[in-house]
């Protein structure tokens, strides 16, 4: 029996998106890449928060700095409305992962992550601030 065009077609748009490194059908629905980010942040509503430590710079449209092993206690720096959108990252992505976790415990329930983090950010030329 021969695969119907759709088949086809979806088994190559999956290819190309396992190749170039776009979202795969497993991947984690709130992971964006730093096209889809650098969308997120630049809406108003959304607060970007980095959670990398030491400081090693920013993203242009960073709110707040809270470590990722201090999202919990530093709570009260974060947004009181848990409806508000959030956009975490950190260097690579390891760090953000545990500060995502952390927000979802404490209830929030709009939270992006940038995949592979302020790496892959300028691996496609964008630019990160300096720390102060």
């Known amino acids: 029996m021969r695969p119907s065009l759709l088949a086809l077609a979806l088994l190559g748009l999956l290819s190309v998106a396992a190749c170039s490194g776009g979202a795969q059908p497993d991947a984690s629905p709130g992971l964006l890449t730093p096209a889809e980010f650098e ?26 700095s809270i470590p990722f092993d201090h999202v919990e206690e530093l709570a009260g720096e974060l947004p009181a409305d848990r409806s508000t959108p959030l ?46």
């Open 39 to 64: 969308l997120a942040v630049a809406d108003p509503k959304t607060v970007a928060i980095n959670v990398h430590v030491p400081d090693e710079g920013s993203i242009e449209g960073t709110e707040l």
């Open 87 to 132: 956009a975490v990252y950190c260097m690579s992505g390891r760090m953000s992962a545990v500060a995502v976790e952390t927000l979802s415990e404490l209830g929030y329930a709009h939270v992006v992550e940038l995949g592979g983090g302020m790496v892959a950010w300028q691996a496609t030329g964008r630019p990160v601030l300096a720390p102060p």
